[in-house]
């Protein structure tokens, strides 16, 4: 099978993943509580060690153990921590939030627009109604930080623009994954099956999540489903991308730059969710991040050996 084929197979299986919101349907909300964080510590372990036991030594065998394989390792965590940074963005997996300065109607304040759910999601019903907003409208709160202490209040918006930044924010970063997991094909079909059984790990949870932000925020869960499907297609859009630019230069940079961005969202992202939520809860969450961490080390071992 050619490394074409291969790209184009995976990047649909990707996308298809974005339909697991779905499958909330038919679980109850207290199992989805009680799964949702030990997926999200299993997705960081996953990430991680594919970054550490796969990508990082991949790049250090196609460009030779040089510098520009640890700027590149750099550039791509510092690239992500420069978005959170400086456009004030975190794709949160347990709830979203997005934070913006505004110097117009609160000066001197820093202006919170977070969904209210905290890190609780959610079961949909079982109807085809959204649950907690009408189709039209959706509830989000502004927390405005002064120095006499934080306010909150709540605001309706009609059209929810929230949900339309989750699915463009999504498509973004399911193209740069796609980038990345095509280049690891590009360089070895076992590189590109553990970069994508990373992603995969990373997907599920994050999916399941903003599936259940975008019926709170007030669409039926067709229009979830099927928008939220469309935003996933633009993995297998950079894996192509990745696949033609690589007819003319070497795309071989993408993969320590793709472990950058592997070890940023498992350390800075995932990791912080599943930390402090009991010690029952952190036994489990320590144990399937380790999970991660093995069967990714396991993987490295059944193709290269120690």
Not at 11 to 28: H, K, N, P, Y
Not at 201 to 219: C, Y
Not at 221 to 242: D, E, V, W
Not at 255 to 276: C, M, W
Request: proline content about 5%; aromatic content about 10%.
């Amino acid at each position: 099978m050619s490394i074409l084929l291969w790209i184009i197979i995976f990047g649909l299986l990707m996308s298809c993943i974005a339909l697991v919101g779905g499958v909330t349907l038919m679980l109850r909300e207290k199992f989805i509580q009680a799964i949702i964080l030990p997926l999200i510590a299993f997705a960081a372990g996953s990430l991680i060690g594919g970054a550490t036991f796969h990508m990082i030594p991949s790049a250090i065998k196609s460009m030779g153990n040089v510098i520009a394989v640890y700027l590149w390792l750099d550039f791509g965590f510092l690239l992500f921590f420069g978005i959170e940074q400086f456009l004030h963005w975190h794709h949160s997996h347990t709830h979203t939030h997005l934070q913006f300065n505004s110097t117009q109607q609160h000066p001197n304040t820093s202006m919170v627009l977070q969904q209210r759910e905290g890190p609780r999601i959610q079961a949909p019903s079982l109807d085809d109604e959204p649950i907690s907003a009408s189709k039209d409208t959706t509830t989000v709160s502004i927390d405005v930080e002064a120095p006499q202490g934080a306010q909150s209040e709540t605001y309706v918006h009609p059209n929810p623009p929230l949900s339309w930044l989750i699915l463009l924010a999504d498509g973004l970063h399911n193209l740069i994954g796609g980038m990345f997991v095509g280049a690891a094909f590009i360089d070895s079909i076992e590189l590109g099956l553990s970069a994508w059984l990373a992603a995969a790990a990373h997907e599920v949870p994050q999916e399941i999540g903003d599936f259940a932000i975008l019926i709170h925020g007030g669409w039926s869960k067709r229009k979830a489903l099927l928008l939220n499907f469309i935003s996933a297609l633009t993995f297998p859009l950079g894996g192509l991308i990745a696949y033609a630019a690589s007819k003319s230069l070497n795309v071989t940079f993408l993969i320590p730059f793709a472990a950058g961005n592997f070890l940023y969202i498992g350390a800075s992202d995932l990791i912080p969710e599943v930390k402090h939520h009991g010690a029952k809860e952190g036994v489990i969450n320590f144990f399937s991040f380790t999970a991660g961490l093995a069967i990714l080390l396991g993987i490295r071992v059944a193709i290269n050996g120690w």
